[in-house]
């Protein structure tokens, strides 16, 4: 089936320094890649959504200058939050569509990022 | 009000019992339904899509009702196994794309 693999899966940095986050999908194209967080006990909430060869598009809160995104092939997007604060400690998740399985959205494994 | 609505729980219930789990969705432009299942500091993972007809996977049944915006899941004979936290998921339609929209899950415990 669909694969999509994640990286790092958990990671702490020191405040202020950037942390890049990679989902690759392993044996499909994943054309649409969607980017999730999930702060305990609540929902995962859609942060943005990129397509491969151009600009992400965010959800109405999340700052495009914080949360860089770059989907530059067909087969690897990467999450980079920059200059991290405690406050962006959290779940973050890939998804992505894949045209195999049942419904067609694959999840990454997910990353913790601690931010201290 | 959160597009999607969940008894957050915890439910306690033992080995055995039928259990059943209720959400709401308030954008009536919701296309298509799904429960997930996603355990702790892991990905959600796909449980069973949800049609106005209802479907059975096993133990499992689901069941949509447009009027009311309301979905259902029922876990009949419960295992220790099923013990996580489910996710009431709607995909609709916005800017273009098919989004997920989750609910903040419920949480199941199952206790011999």
């Known amino acids: 089936g669909a694969v999509v693999s994640q990286h790092p899966s958990w990671v702490i940095c020191k405040s202020g320094t950037s942390v890049k986050i990679e989902c690759r999908s392993l044996?499909?194209?994943?054309?649409?890649m969607f980017w999730y967080r999930q702060f305990p006990k609540q929902s995962l909430m859609l942060m943005a959504t990129?397509?491969?060869?151009?600009?992400?598009?965010?959800e109405q809160g999340v700052e495009k200058d914080k949360f860089l995104i770059n989907h530059a092939s067909l087969t690897l997007s990467t999450l980079t939050v920059t200059s991290a604060h405690p406050e962006d400690s959290s779940f973050y998740i890939c998804?992505?569509?894949?045209?195999?399985?049942?419904?067609?959205?694959?999840f990454g494994s997910g990353t913790r990022l601690t931010v201290v | 009000r959160k597009e999607v609505e969940q008894d957050p729980g915890p439910f306690n219930v033992p080995e055995g019992a039928t259990v059943a789990f209720n959400c709401t969705y308030s954008?009536?432009?919701?296309?298509?339904f799904f429960w997930y299942r996603q355990d702790c500091r892991k990905e959600p993972k796909l449980l069973m899509s949800?049609?106005?007809s209802g479907n059975e996977d096993g133990r499992f049944t689901a069941q949509l009702n447009r009027a009311s915006q309301y979905i259902s899941l029922l876990i009949r004979d419960s295992k220790l196994s099923d013990s996580a936290t489910y996710l009431c998921?709607?995909?609709?339609?916005?800017?273009?794309?098919?989004?997920?929209?989750f609910g903040a899950g419920t949480r199941l415990a199952v206790h011999p």
């Open positions: 044996d499909f194209q994943a054309t649409t």
């Open positions: 998804s992505a569509r894949d045209g195999i399985s049942n419904y067609g959205y694959t």
């Open positions: 954008n009536s432009a919701s296309q298509s």
């Open positions: 998921v709607v995909n609709r339609r916005s800017g273009g794309y098919n989004k997920l929209i």
């Open positions: 949800v049609y106005s």
């Open positions: 990129s397509n491969e060869g151009s600009k992400a598009t965010y």
